[in-house]
């Protein structure tokens, strides 16, 4: 899943997220990682093709990442 997400304090900087279904994201901005997250690969009741829910989990995860940021500078 990709979207984008704007910082709600700071200079206002839309970033960009991809969310995948096994629950990894990656942050950009102008194109640049900001922050790169991989889920486990491997845990108990894991679905093995991943979900809709952990790509969910994984999107909302990256914008409360964003919204953590110390400054908006990139």
Same mark, same amino acid.
């Given at each position: 899943?990709?979207?984008?997400?704007? &910082?709600?304090?700071?200079?206002?900087?839309?970033? *960009?997220?991809?969310?995948?279904?096994?629950?990894? +994201?990656?942050?950009?901005?102008?194109?640049?990682?900001?922050? &790169?997250?991989?889920?486990?690969?491997? +845990?108990?009741?894991?679905? &093995?093709?991943?979900?809709?829910?952990?790509?969910?989990?994984?999107?909302? *995860?990256?914008?409360?990442?964003?919204?953590?940021?110390?400054? *908006?500078?990139?």
């Amino acid at each position: 899943m990709n979207s984008s997400y704007t &910082r709600s304090t700071g200079a206002g900087l839309t970033y *960009d997220i991809e969310a995948d279904k096994h629950g990894s +994201y990656t942050v950009k901005l102008n194109g640049k990682v900001v922050e &790169r997250v991989t889920a486990l690969a491997h +845990y108990l009741g894991k679905p &093995r093709w991943g979900s809709q829910k952990l790509e969910a989990d994984a999107n909302e *995860d990256a914008k409360k990442a964003i919204e953590g940021f110390k400054t *908006d500078a990139g």
